[in-house]
């Protein structure tokens, strides 16, 4: 992986529902951040027309189409085609269907998208884990995600998606083979109302600790000024980058 620049490490959650919102949003953050995530509202809402009109933003922008893929191999697979033609960066599928599923996803590809597997969602904590019936030896989300990182390397995967709260772990055990992009980022004493994610960090905190990307949606959208909110992110995962290599 080439080493991206602190602002290229920014993956902005496209959570709106029209093309119009998403582009109005890449215009006003593709300086300022290095990739656009579409995520199942948008797409729902727009289809796979979106994903062009993202792109042709400009020769730079990149798009993560986040569909959390979930269903059988061929299923995927045949999904998997359709996205591959449209030239997106990262696609996610979920890591709890197991190795057959990841791996079919990722020969699917033919090498041209890269498959992130999702380990255990930032809005779940250990009680969620408990609900819905994770055994004892695995109920701590790190065990958890450790474990489906395991699968999804096994299966060859490119990276995984997991909180902020275990991707010192991951980083011990799997280092640069395995990328990190982590969801559940907060700005230090920011509150967000009826906010969804429970395992949450800031972005300082999972850049340290090893985070290759972060997912960055409600802190930058519902800033004043998105832009500068951005780029005030960028300044603390540089210097979080300066003191990861101190360390
Ligand atoms: O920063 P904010 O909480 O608004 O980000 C929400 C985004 O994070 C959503 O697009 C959601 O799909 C994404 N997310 C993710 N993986 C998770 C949890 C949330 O990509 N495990």
Redesign the pocket.
């Known amino acids: 992986m080439k080493t991206p620049s602190p602002k290229d490490r920014i993956i902005f959650?496209l959570?709106v529902s029209t093309i119009k919102e998403a582009e109005e949003l890449v215009r006003l953050l593709k300086d300022h951040v290095g990739m656009f995530?579409i995520?199942?509202q948008l797409f729902v809402g727009e289809g796979p027309k979106v994903i062009d009109a993202v792109l042709s933003q400009s020769s730079q922008t990149k798009v993560f189409l986040?569909m959390?893929f979930h269903d059988i191999p061929e299923t995927v697979r045949g999904a998997l085609k359709s996205a591959n033609m449209h030239g997106v960066e990262f696609v996610?599928v979920h890591c709890d269907e197991g190795k057959g599923l990841l791996k079919t996803a990722v020969e699917s590809t033919g090498g041209k998208t890269n498959i992130l597997g999702?380990t255990?969602?930032?809005?779940l904590s250990k009680d969620d884990l408990v609900d819905i019936g994770i055994g004892p030896e695995l109920r701590d989300p790190e065990k958890l995600v450790l474990h489906r990182a395991r699968i999804a390397k096994a299966a060859g995967c490119y990276g995984i998606?997991c909180?902020g709260e275990e991707v010192k772990a991951v980083k011990k055990e799997f280092g640069d083979s395995l990328v990190v992009v982590t969801?559940?980022?907060?700005l230090a004493g920011d509150k967000?109302k009826n906010?969804?994610?429970k395992r949450i960090v800031t972005p300082y905190q999972a850049i340290y600790d090893g985070a290759d990307y972060i997912?960055?949606?409600?802190?930058i959208?519902n800033a004043p000024d998105p832009a500068r909110a951005a780029d005030a992110i960028a300044k603390e995962i540089e210097q979080a980058l300066k003191d990861r290599k101190k360390s």
């Open positions: 959650a959570d995530k995520g199942l986040d959390k996610t999702v255990v969602l930032t809005s998606v909180s969801p559940g980022i907060r967000i906010d969804d994610q997912v960055v949606g409600r802190p959208r």
